[in-house]
């Protein structure tokens, strides 16, 4: 697939490696790629709906690769992207976990981070802030009935 711009295509490979680490326990709903959206998905829908299976919960997943931190932070959305995830949330009742990939390759980030949308509370965060949220950028998908949770 050919792309205007790099950034689209470190994009579209971080959304394909995303993709890859949810395992049979999950069902990819929908990939809504940057460059085969119209507007109104791309002010409205997240990269990726998810359902897992067992549970039939379904959840929104953006995802969101940086090459290198931004003044020793991690700059993952624009100013009003944050609001377009939570609309998509209320009104869909959905879940949003926003899936961050840091420096290495979009097919092998250095780190991985997973963090529930209810979490994020600005669009410039502190990876120290983030522990929490660290993942082996290499191991599939897990999800917790019990609280909603992606890990």
């Not at 579209?12 to 326990?25: A, P, W």
């Amino acid at each position: 697939m050919e792309f205007k711009d790099a950034t689209h295509g470190l994009g579209y490979d971080f959304e394909r490696q995303v993709m890859s680490l949810f395992g049979k326990d999950f069902r990819i709903l929908s990939w809504a790629q940057d460059g085969l959206r119209t507007q109104q998905e791309i002010d409205f829908i997240p990269d990726l709906e998810i359902e897992h299976i067992q549970s039939k919960a379904k959840f929104g997943v953006e995802c969101k690769f940086r090459s290198t931190l931004y003044e020793g932070r991690i700059s993952w959305a624009k100013e009003y992207q944050p609001g377009k995830y939570q609309r998509y949330a209320s009104q869909t009742g959905r879940h949003v976990f926003i899936v961050i990939g840091i420096g290495g390759s979009p097919s092998n980030p250095n780190y991985m981070y997973c963090i529930p949308l209810w979490r994020m509370k600005a669009n410039l965060l502190n990876p120290g802030e983030l522990k929490r949220y660290r993942r082996n950028p290499r191991r599939k998908f897990a999800y917790d009935q019990s609280t909603g949770q992606l890990t």
